[in-house]
């Protein structure tokens, strides 16, 4: 085995405040090797016993993700160390490191190591204190790229579910821009009782989605029937509020689309369970449902339909107001109410306004 000579280990940075005594101790338990240019220096998901110093070349640290793409987690040169978790368990590699070019490294083993605790405590505690200090910064590496890759996911999601959207609105003028608002409305709900209904940032997400998606189980009403200029005959009436059911039935095998469902389903039942498809009532109808009523609604007052002039805010909140208990839940009602009155919702459909002029609501009967 090649051992390291004292002052090569004092060429090293990692070494290079330690005394000749320590390093006399160190040389005894380290080795020195050279590794070829592309060779695989540690390997992904193998077991481990060796801590790694590179006396000189240039080693990538890579993790695979599950979708097969490799990151490269950082480049180390000269005086840089990896491997450093073989010192404190037997776990298998977390990454993988290859040789970018032909490169020295000087080796320690765990049990090499185990042997340097027992006899100079403070010197391998000194090693310990440097390897910490990089374990925290690759730790923190690692939340932050799987956080990037989290919102690549999640922009991925919005952008599909706003094509499929996108399809739904150009086939009804009068759709345009209402799935935006009850989006934007819904998810304001959703945040003003998040603490109260512990909802999290993925419980936003999903109304956010679900909101988006609510009606595309319109998109099995006939045109005849979706774009009628007035009032609907009762079969008509049965025929669009399939749409729920439809929309479920459209997205049901998206397996990243499964928590949204709750909004498609039951966007349109009441709270007194008269509503449909499923004439749930209260609390058996999902937080999600409950909330999306209320900003449909909401929307569909507002806004101009060929038959029916819009209302404004304050008179279609009271009529929603004055439907809490029966058709909307007044948890729901409240927290809009106070959104509403602190101007958030105004500010909210502000900010929608400098995207599209053309407000229209969706809904032949209302809130169909
Ligand atoms: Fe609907």
């Given at each position: 085995?090649?051992?390291?000579?004292?002052?090569?280990?004092?060429?090293?940075?990692?070494?290079?405040?330690?005394?000749?005594?320590?390093?006399?101790?160190?040389?005894?338990?380290?080795?020195?090797?050279?590794?070829?240019?592309?060779?695989?220096?540690?390997?992904?998901?193998?077991?481990?016993?060796?801590?790694?110093?590179?006396?000189?070349?240039?080693?990538?640290?890579?993790?695979?993700?599950?979708?097969?793409?490799?990151?490269?987690?950082?480049?180390?040169?000269?005086?840089?160390?990896?491997?450093?978790?073989?010192?404190?368990?037997?776990?298998?590699?977390?990454?993988?490191?290859?040789?970018?070019?032909?490169?020295?490294?000087?080796?320690?083993?765990?049990?090499?190591?185990?042997?340097?605790?027992?006899?100079?405590?403070?010197?391998?505690?000194?090693?310990m204190r440097e390897l910490s200090v990089r374990l925290r910064g690759t730790g923190a590496l690692m939340v932050s790229e799987l956080q990037r890759k989290n919102r690549e996911l999640k922009q991925a999601y919005r952008e599909t579910v706003n094509a499929v959207v996108n399809t739904?609105?150009?086939?009804?003028?009068?759709?345009?821009?209402?799935?935006?608002?009850?989006?934007?409305?819904?998810?304001?709900?959703?945040?003003?009782?998040?603490?109260?209904?512990?909802?999290?940032?993925?419980?936003?997400?999903?109304?956010?989605?679900?909101?988006?998606?609510?009606?595309?189980?319109?998109?099995?009403?006939?045109?005849?029937?979706?774009?009628?200029?007035?009032?609907?005959?009762?079969?008509?009436?049965?025929?669009?509020?399939?749409?729920?059911?439809?929309?479920?039935?459209?997205?049901?095998?998206?397996?990243?689309?499964?928590?949204?469902?709750?909004?498609?389903?039951?966007?349109?039942?009441?709270?007194?369970?008269?509503?449909?498809?499923?004439?749930?009532?209260?609390?058996?109808?999902?937080?999600?449902?409950?909330?999306?009523?209320?900003?449909?609604?909401?929307?569909?007052?507002?806004?101009?339909?060929?038959?029916?002039?819009?209302?404004?805010?304050?008179?279609?909140?009271?009529?929603?107001?004055?439907?809490?208990?029966?058709?909307?839940?007044?948890?729901?009602?409240?927290?809009?109410?106070?959104?509403?009155?602190?101007?958030?919702?105004?500010?909210?459909?502000?900010?929608?306004?400098?995207?599209?002029?053309?407000?229209?609501?969706?809904?032949?009967?209302?809130?169909?």
């Amino acid at each position: 085995m090649n051992r390291p000579g004292i002052e090569e280990l004092r060429s090293i940075q990692f070494f290079s405040v330690m005394s000749r005594r320590d390093l006399r101790m160190i040389a005894r338990f380290a080795s020195v090797k050279t590794h070829r240019k592309g060779e695989y220096i540690i390997r992904e998901d193998t077991a481990a016993d060796t801590f790694y110093i590179i006396r000189n070349g240039k080693v990538a640290i890579t993790k695979k993700f599950e979708d097969g793409e490799e990151m490269v987690l950082a480049m180390q040169y000269d005086g840089e160390f990896f491997g450093e978790m073989a010192l404190l368990d037997e776990g298998l590699r977390s990454a993988s490191a290859v040789a970018l070019e032909s490169t020295v490294l000087l080796e320690i083993s765990r049990r090499d190591f185990a042997v340097l605790l027992k006899k100079a405590p403070l010197l391998a505690y000194a090693m310990m204190r440097e390897l910490s200090v990089r374990l925290r910064g690759t730790g923190a590496l690692m939340v932050s790229e799987l956080q990037r890759k989290n919102r690549e996911l999640k922009q991925a999601y919005r952008e599909t579910v706003n094509a499929v959207v996108n399809t739904l609105e150009a086939r009804d003028p009068y759709t345009r821009g209402h799935t935006d608002r009850v989006t934007k409305i819904a998810v304001s709900i959703a945040k003003s009782i998040a603490e109260e209904k512990e909802l999290d940032e993925e419980d936003l997400f999903t109304i956010e989605i679900g909101a988006l998606l609510h009606d595309v189980g319109k998109i099995g009403v006939p045109d005849a029937i979706l774009l009628k200029p007035g009032p609907l005959e009762a079969e008509e009436t049965r025929e669009i509020q399939e749409h729920p059911a439809t929309g479920k039935h459209i997205l049901g095998n998206i397996a990243y689309l499964k928590e949204a469902l709750s909004c498609v389903l039951h966007h349109h039942e009441r709270f007194d369970g008269q509503g449909y498809p499923e004439k749930i009532a209260g609390e058996a109808i999902p937080l999600h449902g409950r909330i999306i009523s209320v900003a449909d609604a909401f929307d569909a007052m507002t806004h101009d339909r060929p038959y029916r002039k819009k209302m404004d805010h304050q008179s279609a909140f009271q009529e929603i107001e004055e439907n809490a208990g029966k058709q909307f839940d007044p948890q729901i009602v409240k927290a809009f109410r106070e959104l509403l009155n602190s101007g958030v919702i105004a500010q909210v459909l502000a900010s929608l306004e400098t995207n599209s002029n053309d407000p229209k609501t969706d809904s032949a009967a209302g809130i169909a």
